[in-house]
T-cell receptor, first 117, second 112 residues
Framework: NAGVMQNPRHLVRRRGQEARLRCSPMKGHSHVYWYRQLPEEGLKFMVYLQKENIIDESGMPKERFSAEFPKEGPSILRIQQVVRGDSAAYFC???????????????FGPGTRLTVL | GEDVEQSLFLSVREGDSSVINCTYTDSSSTYLYWYKQEPGAGLQLLTYIFSNMDMKQDQRLTVLLNKKDKHLSLRIADTQTGDSAIYFCAETFSGGYNKLIFGAGTRLAVHP
């Protein structure tokens, strides 16, 4: 059973360009979470999605950031008009359930390291 | 509010035990987790404990939970150089689904 897949693993963008980060959850998992890790810091929650629905985007900046998890295909985190402060590692996690059960455990992908020049 | 705190660094000698501590604020968290991150890598789930448990043991790992003091610890017995990594404590958000709130991580250095 393949784990959570993320691509690309490394992404370099110039200021003003767009960054698209992809996440394929583990097989059988319909809950996806995105987290951001700034250098030397812990992970900060950004957004939680189920298939075709955004459940909680309270951790996501109001502008330039968007996320989706379509019925078919991977979840996408999109950052428009990137700035240097967007440079970070972006991690995706997935779980089979989400509601106070042991099966809520989140499994993380390897991350995408975004560098904005 | 939601906050998880950890000490930033821990240095131990190979073969000794390591104890990494964590405090959290949300008393209604159902599960608490320990993740390990090696340089340039993602997060590896080490273990988790349900909030109605005091202790959980898994091979070299022992998790202790003091719910009254909101204190969680991870003990690694017979620490090896391969255990050198950053260890993150995380609690679940109490809002009905499993959003994780992470500490800043404890960097464990194991020396000969």
């Amino acid at each position: 059973n393949a784990g959570v897949m993320q691509n690309p693993r490394h992404l370099v963008r110039r200021r003003g360009q767009e960054a698209r980060l992809r996440c394929s959850p583990m097989k059988g998992h319909s809950h996806v979470y995105w987290y951001r890790q700034l250098p030397e810091e812990g992970l900060k929650f950004m957004v939680y999605l189920q298939k075709e629905n955004i459940i909680d985007e309270s951790g996501m900046p109001k502008e330039r950031f968007s996320a989706e998890f379509p019925k078919e295909g991977p979840s996408i985190l999109r950052i428009q008009q990137v700035v240097r402060g967007d440079s970070a590692a972006y991690f995706c996690a997935s779980s089979p359930t989400s509601g106070g059960r042991s099966t809520d455990t989140q499994y993380f992908g390897p991350g995408t390291r975004l560098t904005v020049l | 509010g939601e906050d998880v705190e950890q000490s930033l660094f821990l240095s131990v000698r190979e073969g000794d035990s390591s104890v990494i501590n964590c405090t959290y604020t949300d008393s209604s968290s159902t599960y608490l987790y320990w993740y390990k991150q090696e340089p340039g890598a993602g997060l590896q789930l080490l273990t988790y404990i349900f909030s109605n448990m005091d202790m959980k043991q898994d091979q070299r790992l022992t998790v202790l939970l003091n719910k009254k003091d909101k204190h969680l610890s991870l003990r690694i017995a017979d620490t090896q150089t391969g255990d050198s990594a950053i260890y993150f404590c995380a609690e679940t958000f109490s809002g009905g689904y499993n959003k994780l709130i992470f500490g800043a991580g404890t960097r464990l250095a194991v020396h000969p």
